[in-house]
């Protein structure tokens, strides 16, 4: 009985949440059609009317491979790279305490600053962009693994040791299920921030990426195809965060306390 | 007695190393600029950048790019703090609107929303208002997810208590949910902060006409190479300054 009910209260809910979303496309259409020049704004059906015309234009769909994998590729070396420095800096009290808060400063600065840097050493094809994405993207982990084998209770720890484990298996049996959690944590921040650095680094400069046609389409007032390539990739950016997610919750599932 | 002294002896260790990393870092740079010789145009020689940082504080050269970020930072924030506040409390006074707009924000938010900058360009051009319009959308979302958090999640045992004693309702958000909420949305304000001052460097990097960020690409694409470093520096210091600005005046709020 409740179970049906609350079933019923979460669809209202998600009725209710794609009312608020089709609300605001409504108001988008309306605005388009009747109150904005069309030099800088199309409607939404225009726009997904034209999704097939975009993706036919010469270069987008292979703009789009190159930017996803792109993605791919920092976000591998992010996950490679933060795993490596977090363990080194996290496995150490003394290390940890003294290049953690290094770590901590570096994340802090805003690293856009240095984003014309990177077009210099790495040029403006795709290492650029990866090498971007990925000084975004390990930072989380590494803080988030530190910060994971920090926490494990010292009792444990002591326990494994008192019965007789080496260091090896303490790190297999108690270190590492114990990081999971914060890893997975980390991966999710770590997808942001790689999603930020290289789109960051794309719109910035770029020959044949989304870069690219972002501004051609904006230098030739086509606000259809530009909202069109920009909708594709929020949807990949919500798809690439949703996976994350997913992944995040199914693997810290058994670690309640 | 002796584990204090041993702790202090760690902690001054600690330091050391820091202190080591540090000048290590910038000695392979001084090594790499001058004898190991790695290009001027990829990497300067840091005396020159030291140089150059002086006399650009020196000059005041960076008044006119720092008083056009800041004013964006400034507008950009004040219409990103009173909507996401407003928006926020609207939203957290009743469960129904939390549960139907608190995803949809948080799903919005987790968008990068910097690709919108290539259409705040087409509508509001290369000038100020694009980068006001993005710092205001990305600083949005944080401070109006925490305000819904710190009114949204007041403890309910509170709130009956002060209405049972006959507290009215400005009394109520006066005594007893504005104390409750204001740590957590103050965290939200001070992270809008941060993410409205970055991504006003970053548009101002993509595209601009004047701005701390505009004058590093400017100078990048000159291959003036040392100067690039100084206001590197320059920009990454005043980012540091504000920081800490909005960091002490949250501690100090949440205090009251």
Not at chain 2, 145 to 166: E, P, Q
Request: with cysteine; aromatic share 12%.
């Amino acid at each position: 009985m409740t179970s049906a009910r609350a079933w019923r209260a979460l669809r209202r809910l998600w009725i209710a949440r794609i009312g608020v979303v089709v609300l605001l496309l409504c108001l988008w259409e309306i605005a388009a059609r009747w109150w904005v020049d069309p030099m800088f704004l199309s409607p939404p059906s225009h726009v997904f009317a034209s999704l097939p015309a975009l993706f036919e234009t010469r270069g987008v769909p292979a703009a789009l491979r190159v930017t996803f994998w792109e993605l791919a590729v920092a976000f591998a070396l992010s996950v490679v790279i933060g795993l490596v420095i977090g363990l080194a800096v996290g496995l150490q009290p003394f290390a940890r305490k003294s290049f953690m808060p290094i770590i901590l400063l570096l994340y802090g600065t805003p690293q856009v600053t240095i984003l014309p840097l990177f077009i210099l050493y790495f040029g403006i094809g795709s290492a650029s962009k990866i090498a971007f994405g990925v000084s975004h993207g390990f930072f989380p982990i590494a803080m988030l693994i530190v910060a994971g084998v920090q926490n494990i209770k010292p009792i444990l720890l002591t326990s494994a040791r008192a019965m007789g484990a080496t260091r090896w298996q303490i790190l297999r049996h108690v270190i590492f299920p114990h990081m999971i959690p914060s890893f997975f944590a980390g991966m999710r921040l770590a997808m942001t921030g790689v999603l930020l650095g290289v789109l960051l680094a794309e719109l910035y400069v770029s020959t044949a990426g989304i870069g690219h046609f972002t501004t051609l389409f904006t230098q030739n007032f086509d606000p259809t195809r530009l909202l069109g390539l920009i909708s594709v990739l929020a949807a990949m950016a919500i798809v690439l965060n949703e996976i994350v997610r997913r992944a995040e919750l199914h693997f810290s599932r058994w670690h309640t306390d | 007695m002796r584990s204090r002294s041993d702790e202090r002896e760690g902690r001054l260790a600690s330091r050391a190393v820091q202190a080591a990393f540090l000048i290590a870092l910038i000695v392979l740079w001084y090594l790499a600029a001058t004898r190991w010789g790695v290009s001027p145009l990829l990497l300067p020689n840091p005396t020159a950048v030291l140089r150059d940082f002086w006399q650009i504080l020196r000059t005041g050269e960076f008044l006119g790019d720092l008083r056009v970020t800041l004013t964006e930072l400034a507008a950009a924030f004040a219409i990103a703090a009173s909507c996401g506040v407003v928006a926020g409390y609207l939203i957290s006074r009743s469960q129904y609107r939390i549960r139907v707009f608190e995803p949809l924000f948080a799903g919005i938010y987790s968008i990068p929303i910097i690709l919108f900058l290539p259409l705040y360009v087409l509508f509001f051009g290369l000038g100020p208002a694009s980068k006001i319009a993005l710092g205001a959308t990305i600083g949005f979302f944080p401070i109006a997810l925490n305000t819904i958090a710190g009114f949204g999640y007041v403890d309910k045992t509170l709130v009956i208590a002060a209405r049972s004693m006959g507290a009215s309702d400005v009394q109520l958000f006066r005594y007893v949910l504005l104390p409750a909420a204001l740590p957590v949305m103050l965290t939200g304000v001070r992270m809008g902060f941060t993410v409205a001052l970055l991504s006003i460097i970053g548009s101002e990097t993509i595209a601009s006409l004047a701005g701390l960020g505009h004058r590093i690409v400017y100078l990048a694409e000159g291959m003036e190479m040392a100067p690039m470093f100084a206001y590197i520096v320059f920009v990454v210091a005043i980012a540091g300054l504000l920081n800490m600005l909005v960091s002490t005046l949250e501690a100090r709020g949440r205090r009251r």
